[in-house]
């Protein structure tokens, strides 16, 4: 296929191309540029490219590919690498303390409105929150599963309840 045809070809592909650039990119800018480097990089290789095939399905792996390579390039290029001894330039940015109070207040008064469930809904509904499974709960306190189930939405509905009135001031 001579260089003509072969632009020709890519040229007609262009509104695809730049669709699936799009897509990929999620950025108007990006997207031209994508095209610009795969159309290019489509006539530098134009000898790799067999005659016969779907020229369509190969420039858009070309495009996909270059689409990861740069994204790896961007990556790489935000990854501060401190080669000092001890990692000063690391480290060099003074400690970072959290001041958690308002979290704790908060998982305190959760923690309250737990315990006030009734046994029956709290237990269930903690042993889930511990990672069992409904059938494990259900087998360990040798209750039906569909009781557990209810028994947790139950929780849950009246943790969710009880949270927005004790937060009303606070909802806009």
Same mark, same amino acid.
């Given at each position: ?6 632009? =020709?070809? +890519?040229? %007609?592909?262009d509104?695809?191309?730049?669709? &699936? ?7 108007k ?13 489509? $006539?530098?290789?134009? %000898? ?7 020229? @369509?399905a190969w420039? &858009?792996?070309?495009?996909r590919n270059?689409f990861?390579?740069n ?8 990854t501060? $690498?401190? *080669?000092?001894?001890?990692q000063?330039? /690391?480290? *060099?940015?003074?400690?970072?303390? $959290?001041?958690?109070?308002n979290? *704790?207040?908060?998982? %305190?008064? /959760?923690?309250?409105? !737990?315990? @006030? /469930?009734?046994? #029956?809904? =709290? !237990? ?8 069992y499974?409904?059938?494990? +709960?259900?087998?360990? $306190? ?5 009781? +557990?189930?209810?028994?947790?939405? &139950?929780? =849950? #509905?009246? /943790? =969710? ?10 909802q &806009?």
């Amino acid at each position: 296929m001579s260089t003509i045809n072969f632009s =020709r070809e +890519i040229s %007609n592909l262009d509104s695809a191309l730049s669709n &699936f650039a799009y897509k990929l990119t999620q950025n108007k800018e990006d997207s031209k540029d994508l095209c610009q480097e795969t159309t290019y990089r489509a $006539l530098v290789n134009q %000898n790799k490219f067999q005659v016969g095939t779907n020229l @369509k399905a190969w420039l &858009f792996t070309m495009m996909r590919n270059i689409f990861i390579n740069n994204y790896r390039k961007k990556i790489k290029r935000n990854t501060i $690498l401190d *080669s000092t001894d001890n990692q000063f330039y /690391l480290n *060099s940015g003074g400690p970072t303390i $959290l001041n958690d109070a308002n979290s *704790s207040i908060m998982m %305190n008064e /959760l923690q309250e409105l !737990v315990n @006030k /469930l009734d046994d #029956k809904t =709290r !237990v269930p509904f903690m042993m889930h929150h511990y990672g069992y499974k409904y059938q494990e +709960i259900a087998e360990q $306190l040798d209750v039906p599963l569909g009781t +557990i189930k209810s028994r947790i939405h &139950f929780a =849950r #509905k009246e /943790l =969710r309840n009880a949270v927005k009135n004790n937060y009303k001031m606070f909802q &806009f």
